[in-house]
């Protein structure tokens, strides 16, 4: 009798990103590639090649949030940088995040430029995916305008 073989687990790939090109006066608003297919359990990191600000967010469909938002206890026309734009889901130092589909997960504001004296740059946001599905990209550019430019495809491997 034949027994059927035990189909090999892929080892998880560590899979990197371009977000935005360009410096000075050329510049790509785009993530590079725009779509990529990924298995269970890959790692991807976006790295910004760019000297523009960009962020990389996953809403889970929930409403995208104001890239700019009132100064609490400001006048009306007082505004900030939304705090859930700004800054990462990831604490520093803490491991890099899983994403399953549901929830949040965002760089913060990415940049070459450090944050503040002695913080390292925020420019590259890695993201293990574990669940199969199509996952849209979200992102914002240097102007606070939006755009969503990327899909993330995770399949199951056997």
Not at 5 to 31: H, K, N
Not at 87 to 99: K, L, N
Request: zero cysteines; aromatic letters at 8%.
């Amino acid at each position: 009798t034949a027994t059927p073989e035990t189909p090999q687990t892929a080892a998880p790939r560590e899979l990197t990103a371009l977000v935005g090109s360009g410096r000075d006066t050329e510049a790509i608003i785009a993530f590079l590639p725009s779509m990529l297919t990924v298995r269970a359990g890959d790692t991807i990191t976006w790295r910004l090649d760019s000297d523009e600000i960009h962020t990389v967010s996953f809403l889970s469909g929930l409403p995208v949030p104001g890239f700019a938002v009132p100064i609490p206890g400001g006048g009306p026309t007082d505004l900030m940088l939304n705090p859930d734009v700004a800054f990462p889901t990831r604490a520093p130092g803490a491991a890099v995040e899983v994403y399953s589909g549901t929830g949040v997960v965002n760089s913060g504001v990415m940049s070459d430029e450090p944050p503040a004296p002695d913080a390292p740059a925020n420019n590259a946001f890695s993201l293990v995916f574990d669940t199969p599905g199509t996952y849209v990209l979200w992102a914002r550019a240097d102007d606070g305008g939006l755009y969503h430019d990327g899909y993330i495809t995770v399949n199951v491997t056997q």
